[in-house]
């Protein structure tokens, strides 16, 4: 999940969208709000890196609409 949110976060910068600062607190955001789930399977990480990652994108839109 971590890291899923830090690339979601990270290609938003390049692409200009968020500053630079913003990706860290980006990360601990969706660290913080994620469901503990015990991961038993490949099927378990790929819908937790897509969890991260929609998380992620979430709150990439509140910083594009709060600048």
């Known amino acids: 999940i971590m890291n899923a949110a830090n690339e979601a976060a990270n290609a938003a910068f390049r692409r200009h969208e968020i500053p630079f600062l913003s ?3 980006i ?3 969706t660290v913080h709000h ?3 789930a015990e991961l ?3 099927d ?3 819908q937790a890196d ?3 990652r ?3 994108e979430e709150q990439i839109r509140g ?5």
């Open 27 to 29: 990360v601990i955001d």
């Open 63 to 67: 910083v594009l609409i709060n600048e």
């Open 44 to 46: 378990d990480l790929i």
């Open 54 to 56: 929609a998380y992620a």
């Open 34 to 36: 994620a469901p503990f």
């Open 50 to 52: 897509a969890w991260g």
């Open 23 to 25: 990706i860290e607190q």
């Open 40 to 42: 038993s399977s490949v």
